[in-house]
Nanobody
Framework: QVRLTESGGGSVQDGESLRLSCTAS????????MGWFRQTLGNEREGVAAVDSDGRTKYANSVSGRFIISQDSEKKILYLQMNSLKPEDSAAYYC????????????????????WGQGTNVTVSS
């Protein structure tokens, strides 16, 4: 089993930055991909960014160039540096992880991730 705990959410102004963290515990050596997802009320969860055990990353078009995903493999922490935040980035952000290897096309697909954190809220005001 894998346990994920997010932190770092908050309220910021348009154009500001935030860094989210996700700490993994349990059977973390088996993880092949970790990612960040977000969800707003009434909408489906969507992929934001993901990184695999080889360091390959994938970003949603809406955040490419503004967000950076990284990981501290030794400490088992996943980060999401969010720059130039916009009001449309406001959402609950979730950390997801999967042990089974997936094709690159699945890196941002929520259905491919069985492990989830409880989420952390991000609010960007204009």
């Amino acid at each position: 089993q894998v346990r994920l705990t997010e932190s770092g959410g908050g309220s910021v102004q348009d154009g500001e930055s935030l860094r989210l963290s996700c700490t993994a515990s349990g059977n973390t050596d088996s993880l092949s991909i970790m990612g960040w997802f977000r969800q707003t009320l009434g909408n489906e969860r969507e992929g934001v960014a993901a990184v695999d055990s080889d360091g390959r990353t994938k970003y949603a078009n809406s955040v490419s160039g503004r967000f950076i995903i990284s990981q501290d493999s030794e400490k088992k922490i996943l980060y999401l540096q969010m720059n130039s935040l916009k009001p449309e980035d406001s959402a609950a952000y979730y950390c997801g992880a999967v042990s089974r290897k997936r094709g690159y096309s699945a890196y941002l697909l929520p259905w491919a991730f069985p492990y989830w954190g409880q989420g952390t809220n991000v609010t960007v005001s204009s």
